[in-house]
């Protein structure tokens, strides 16, 4: 590898159900121009923008990246979209720090956005086939079966996913920038929230959110200079299999388990669970944290769930995960693995205030996206080597 | 940079694909350009396609096409939402960090499925300009006016165009529209949108394309005759359409120089143009002077399978190259209401 | 001076000319004649149901025709509650993820005729086929999958797909 790669700039949008206060530019300036200012540069200060979203259908509007390039400072730059379903928001960051490591580009904006309320996301989602039948309701009806298969293989209490879905949601109050942020959230209220997909229940799942999040992605004599201490990307990975196919388990795919081993053999990381201080994942509904901890190498086989009981995956645990509130509480969907990405580098940089893990020098940034088959992550570090 | 080159290409462009879906039409070529390559499908180190859920009238659409590809055991992929010449673009930057040494590049779509003109209508503007639902022909017509305006150049030379590229057509397999007519021929038809007509607007069709690329020494192992990508660079022109010259493509100009095509001469080009005055266009912005012969494979006249057609560019003529038809070539790919987005790279032959 | 303009809605509409493909209009002919037909992969044997066209392991077309049972096990299931503007079934409603005997991996239909809190992992069921004047090349051809009455499958024999 030619270079190396340094976050030096982060912004984020507040997320919300709908941002009717801005229109689709002007909710990525808000993240772009953060990530800008934390960077203290200036759009003429960029080499290309590597942009990534979900399908377009979410907001109506095709290749929406043309629209949306002199927005974002484009005019006579290259441009790259990048749409890898829900991962894409990591996949858009791994894109955008291999242009540096190629040593093709000085500086680099990426963003990942979803303004979803401007069209219809349950029924984007609700992938109605032709020549098929509409029986899978939108992506928790994918997952829920998934949930009770792995409900049956670990033996899991079944409270497991009322307990990250508190977590997570206790940790929100802690971001500013998160969308739900629920008074009094318990253990008893997320218990008793209607069950939409059974077993998963309202409280269990996340919302729907407009929002936007933007890196600047530097070389790294550059990233030695900028003003605030860079995120180093020590390793990225990513991996794909198909959707069906005869043998493939859903549960635990090995897409996500052989992009987490590569990953952390790239990274010179033997042993995960201590030398990676907090991990932002993936967990659009509470039950794949137990089961992501197992397929990430953090835990045995059939025992992620133990994890989560004993509170190891909490602020003050031994491996907090979702320290933000995690996609539980925020969700535009194209950015929301770019957002898990974005807070990782915060907390090697110290910057994620009242939800930062103390001492926090290396972590790991994970998104997965299609029917659990497309994985794209991090390892970001606040040390280069 | 490393050197990384071409090794092979397949393409498959019908009028109208009615039997098989995108799965089935993407498979046997795909099949071809590994087959093709010399590299057996395990070796092959990055996958990277391009295609549009909008085209295909479906979200999510590029993961079906994962089927085609044999993704097992786990594959490193990714998708742009984008014509396939940037997926290439995109594959070339990974192999550009050392993390892989080869990659399959593919694309495909149907844009005979939908009326194409229309679905184009919402890469505008989606406040003011896509409400008003202007077809991609109204808004080539708008930049063609201009252009012939400021010119001098007539319908007839944009006739001329179209007569030469489905004389040259006659010769590629993969052409859908192809033959002898004369301009006059053409002048009597009716106009599609003014000063457009339907031999000055691209014939749109099915298809899917598929091509391997390899870096260093192994190309030259595994084929005869690798075609190196020389310089390969991409830019984009702002998008609103009254705030930049129709009659001219900066973003060409710029990722010409940057791909280097006016450092040794240049024996051929296959430019994207959909549209006849495109060509006029482009063949100026990329700096391309006296008898370079543009598109001997017709180009997107005679064959317009949206997402592929770029891509088919490059591979068409790395595919002459190879057969010895030329060096040193230049290929174009375009995105984007009236060339909005454009990406240019030079090749050479071994 | 008016009120600033904060919105607009643009309704869009798409028309799109669907093929099914090879393999997904044999299948569905054959479900016109209340027979399930799957794809064999070459390669690793395989059964795909509905087939796709190609093998997803193995990147070959699933060519061979091979008849599969209309009865099978559910091998993982949610009862569905959240409304959603395209479902074809009344809500709260069974969505269970069914694999065929003779075929090699489960699809996704539902569950009616039976109590939802029957509805389990192992359940063994079988095709409801709509009335003959109703059948056509079409999913919907099968109305639902209802309890067989069957003893439960063994885990063992379906825990890999679920």
Known sequence: ?385 | MRDVAIVSFAQSNCAKETERNEVEILLPVVAEAVKASGLPRSEIGFTCSGSSDFLQGQPFAFVMALDAVGAWPPIKESHVEQDGAWALYEAWVKLQTGEVDSALVYSFGKSAAGDLAEVLALTLDPYCVAPLWPDADSIAALQARAFLEKTGKTERDLAEVAVRSRRDAKSNPHAVLKGDVTADELLAAPYVSSPLRAHDCPINCDGATAMVIVAGERAKKVVPRPVWIRGIDHRVDPPALGVRDLTRSPSTEIAAGKAGVGRDRIDFAEIYAPYTHQELILKEALGLTGGVTINPSGGALVAHTLMSCGLNRIGDAAARIMAGKGDRAVAHATQGPALQQNLVCVLEGE | MGESIKSVVTPVHLEYDYSAGTATSRFLRGLAKKKIVGGECPSCQRVYVPPRGSCPRCAVPTAREVAVSDHGTVVTFSIVRVPSENLDFALPYACVSVLLDGAGLPFFHVVQRCPLEEVRMGMRVKARWVDDEKLGPTIASIECFVPSGEPDADYETYKEHG
């Open chain 1, 1 to 385: 590898m030619a270079e190396r790669c340094g976050v030096v700039g982060i912004g984020q949008t507040k997320y919300a159900a709908k941002r009717i206060d801005v229109s689709m530019p002007g909710l990525l300036r808000e993240a772009a121009l953060r990530a800008l200012e934390d960077a203290e540069l200036g759009w003429k200060d960029i080499d290309a923008l590597v942009i990534g979203k979900a399908p377009d259908t979410f907001e109506g509007c095709m290749l929406p990246e043309l629209y949306l390039s002199d927005a974002l400072g484009g005019t006579g730059k290259p441009v790259l979209r990048v749409h890898t379903a829900g991962s894409v928001g990591g996949s858009t960051a791994c894109v955008a720090a291999s242009l540096i490591e190629a040593g093709i580009h000085d500086r680099v904006l990426t963003i990942a956005y979803e303004k979803q309320s401007e069209s219809n996301a349950m029924w984007g989602l609700t992938i109605s086939p032709p020549f098929g039948v509409a029986v899978v309701a939108g992506a928790g009806g994918f997952f829920a079966p998934i949930v009770r298969g792995y409900m049956r293989r670990s033996g899991a209490p079944e409270d497991t996913g009322i307990r990250t879905a508190l977590k997570d949601r206790q940790n929100a109050h802690k971001n500013p920038y998160a969308h739900l942020q629920i008074d009094d959230v318990s253990y008893d209220m997320i218990k008793d929230s209607p069950m939409l997909w059974d077993p998963i229940r309202y409280l269990e799942t996340c919302p729907s959110s407009d929002g936007a999040c933007a890196l600047v992605l530097a070389r790294s004599d550059l990233a030695k200079k900028a003003p605030r201490p860079p995120a180093w990307v020590r390793s990225t990975a990513m991996r794909s299999e198909p959707t069906m196919f005869a043998g493939r388990d859903t549960i635990n795919p090995l897409a996500g388990r052989t992009a987490a081993k590569d990953l952390y053999a790239k990274a010179g990381i033997k042993n995960p669970r201590n030398e990676i201080d907090c991990a932002e994942i993936y967990v659009p509904f509470s039950w794949f944290e137990a089961m992501w901890m197992e397929n990430l190498g953090f835990a045995p086989e059939g025992e992620g769930w133990k994890m989560v009981q004993e509170g190891a995956t909490a602020l003050g645990g031994d491996m907090p995960v979702n320290m933000s509130g995690g996609v539980l509480s925020s969700n535009p969907i194209g950015a929301s693995g770019m957002i898990r990405f974005a807070e990782a580098a915060m907390q090697v940089r110290s910057q994620a205030g009242a939800h930062q893990v103390e001492g926090a020098k290396t972590a790991l940034g994970h998104a997965y996206g299609g029917g659990s088959q497309y994985f794209s992550m991090w390892i970001v570090s606040s040390e280069i080597a």
